[in-house]
């Protein structure tokens, strides 16, 4: 049997904090998977840059889109950031590497949705360690 602490002020705070910027990086991440798959500038030329041709984009538009419902899941929020944070490393690299555009953004997704697998680390605890 598990016991549930109660929750204090701080972790209410600490909750709907992290709450309300799992919904505004899901926005931004909602917005940037919409631009992939409608082929929307920058993406269209970003991916055509990269040259792994339109499956690429369709395929980390699918993947964002994905975190965008993960992070408003409470079981899968941890894990989605963490997925998400792993799409920006990506981002960032190809971004200062190939494209040689800007990585504010990128990095900026990465360090938020890092947060939001910080803040939610006991939901992905608890769905590695689920038998």
């Not at 505004?24 to 041709?53: D, H, R």
């Not at 419902?69 to 590497?97: K, Q």
């Amino acid at each position: 049997m598990t016991i549930t602490p109660h929750p204090t002020p701080r972790r209410t705070i600490t909750n709907i904090a992290l709450w309300a910027l799992q919904v505004i990086v899901a926005g931004f991440f909602l917005m940037s998977a919409v631009a992939k798959f409608t082929g929307a500038e920058p993406a269209a030329s970003t991916f055509e840059e990269i040259g792994w041709g339109d499956w690429f984009r369709y395929l980390i538009g699918a993947l964002e889109a994905a975190g965008v419902a993960g992070l408003l899941i409470p079981r899968l929020a941890g894990a989605a950031g963490l997925g998400l944070a792993g799409l920006m490393v990506g981002a960032t690299l190809t971004e200062a590497f190939v494209t040689g555009g800007g990585v504010v953004l990128p990095l900026a997704l990465l360090v938020l949705s890092a947060v939001i697998a910080w803040g939610r680390r006991e939901g992905v605890r608890a769905l590695v360690t689920r038998r």
